[in-house]
């Protein structure tokens, strides 16, 4: 077996390698080769920083990558039926020394074994909610609501409620030609609530807000009540949010780990 960058790869012979992969995952595939590279260009996936096992000629592993600083973010991991069990994964991460951040669906059992014995430990979970958002807390009258385009200069003046995952983060945003917006709800000149907002996908990527009333005040301008929408990879350490978010008729539809790698140094 031959282990080596994926640069000099055909990328078709990595969407094979990737179709076969992912041929019986948990939910279907449902991109071509060509929306497959479009993905994988908007995501930032580096051929460079990406390994393949081979057999002769043949791409039977691989895992891809974006590089982000000094860190890889792991999009994929694959290994074709044939080529299951015999520890390709830990194989292929024996060629990587940089840190590695991945996520990885929570049923996904035999991912995150072989994510284990390659040194991968979990740092967080996420999960993804979904529903007919219900109503809150009425309007208030004062406040200014304003939508903007995203743009990587974007600057908000109230933190996060929770660090986004990477394909929700601003970084990732910034190299997408999708219009995300950011939705704005001053008090006099006070931010008190934001969400960055995908309106084609109806998508939360992120949200800030100094109250969860203040949440249903920019939802209620935002339309939300009555809507079907989606608020992606919350970190189930912000609690207070997502009990927010369920007392809004939200279900959680997905489950995520969150897994790094440290850098090793040979
Ligand atoms: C997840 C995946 C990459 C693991 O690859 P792999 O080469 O089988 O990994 P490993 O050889 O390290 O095996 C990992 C564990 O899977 C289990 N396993 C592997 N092959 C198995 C098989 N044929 N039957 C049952 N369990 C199996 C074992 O528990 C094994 O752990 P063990 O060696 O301690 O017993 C591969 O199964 C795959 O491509 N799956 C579909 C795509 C996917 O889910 N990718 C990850 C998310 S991005």
């Known amino acids: 077996m031959k282990l080596e960058k994926l640069c000099a790869t055909e990328k078709l012979k990595i969407y094979t390698a990737f179709s076969k992969a992912f041929l019986n995952y948990f939910y279907p595939l449902i991109l071509d080769a060509d929306e497959t590279f479009d993905q994988w260009l908007t995501l930032g996936v ?3 920083c990406s390994y393949g096992a081979f057999d002769g000629d043949k791409l039977v592993a691989f895992a891809l990558h974006a590089r982000r600083g000094d860190e890889l973010y792991n999009f994929a991991t694959g290994v074709i039926p044939e080529y299951r069990g015999k520890g390709l994964v830990t194989r292929l991460y024996d060629q990587i020394t ?3 951040k991945l996520e990885v669906l929570r049923a996904n059992d035999i991912a995150k074994r072989a994510y ?3 040194g991968f430990r979990q740092t967080r979970e996420l999960v993804t909610l979904t529903g007919t958002f219900g109503r809150g807390a009425l309007l208030t009258r004062g406040l200014d609501y304003q939508i903007k385009p995203y743009t990587s200069e974007t600057y908000l003046a109230l933190p996060p409620l929770w660090i986004p995952a990477f394909e929700h983060d601003r970084h990732t945003l910034s190299r997408q030609r999708t ?3 950011i939705h704005e709800l001053y008090d ?3 931010l008190v609530a934001y969400s960055i907002y995908t309106p084609g996908e109806g998508l939360v990527r992120e949200l800030g807000a100094s109250t969860t009333s203040q949440l ?3 939802f209620e301008c935002m339309r939300f009540p009555g809507e ?3 608020i992606g990879a919350v970190d189930t350490q912000a609690q ?3 009990q927010y978010l369920k007392s809004r008729n939200l279900r959680i539809y997905a489950e995520q780990c969150e897994l790094r790698r440290d850098g090793t140094t040979s």
Request: charged residues 25%; aromatic residues 0%.
């Open 46 to 48: 580096d051929l460079d």
């Open 98 to 100: 940089a840190p590695v």
């Open 116 to 118: 284990a014995k390659a």
């Open 179 to 181: 219009q995300h917006e």
């Open 188 to 190: 006099g000149k006070q």
């Open 216 to 218: 249903d005040q920019l």
């Open 228 to 230: 079907t929408v989606v």
């Open 240 to 242: 207070n949010l997502l």
